[in-house]
C-alpha cells in the first residue's frame, strides 16, 4: 500500500470522524430532543432508536478517526445512515436543503467505502495487526 493511499484513507477517517462526532454529539447532548425528534418522525422505538444512533455516530466518529475496528464502526454507521434515509429523508428527494437524503447519502457511502478499504497503516487498527504479526513471528 502506498503512503497516499494511506494518508488519503486518514484524511477520509479525519473528516468523516469529525463529522460523525458533531453529529453524534448533538444527540449525546441533548438526548430527550433527540428522542422527541425521532418520535416526531415515526422512527420505532425513539427511545431506543435515538440512544443507538448518538451512540453509533459519536462512537462511530471516534473509531474511524483512530482506526480502531474500522470495518465494523463503517458499517454499523452505514447501516444508521440508510435507517436515517429511508425513514426521515427519502420522502424528500435528493437534496439536504429540501431534508433530502443527501447527507446521509453521502455519510453512509463514505463509511461503507472506509470498511471496506480498511483504515489504511496510519491506523490503530494496522499497529494492533501489526504488533500481533510481531508477536506470532516471535
Known amino acids: 500500500m502506498s503512503i497516499i493511499k494511506d494518508l488519503g484513507l486518514l484524511a477520509a477517517r479525519l473528516l468523516l470522524g469529525t463529522i460523525l462526532i458533531a ?6 447532548n441533548d438526548l430527550g430532543a433527540a428522542q422527541a ?3 416526531g418522525m ?3 422505538l425513539p427511545q431506543v432508536s435515538a440512544i443507538l444512533a448518538a451512540a453509533i455516530e459519536f462512537g462511530g466518529g471516534i473509531a ?3 482506526g480502531l475496528l ?3 464502526a463503517g458499517v454499523l454507521v452505514f447501516l444508521n445512515m440508510l435507517g436515517a434515509a429511508l425513514i426521515a429523508h427519502v420522502g424528500n428527494g435528493i437534496l439536504a436543503s429540501d431534508g433530502g437524503w443527501e447527507l446521509p447519502g453521502a455519510i453512509g457511502a463514505a463509511a461503507l467505502a472506509l470498511a471496506a478499504a480498511g483504515p489504511g497503516r496510519i491506523a ?6 501489526r504488533s500481533r ?3 506470532v513471528s516471535a
Open 124 to 129: 490503530a487498527d494496522a499497529f494492533v495487526t
Open 42 to 44: 415515526g422512527v420505532p
Open 23 to 28: 453529529h453524534g454529539w448533538q444527540k449525546v
Open 37 to 39: 425528534m425521532f418520535e
Open 64 to 66: 474511524l478517526i483512530l
Open 133 to 135: 504479526s510481531a508477536t
Open 70 to 72: 474500522t470495518p465494523v
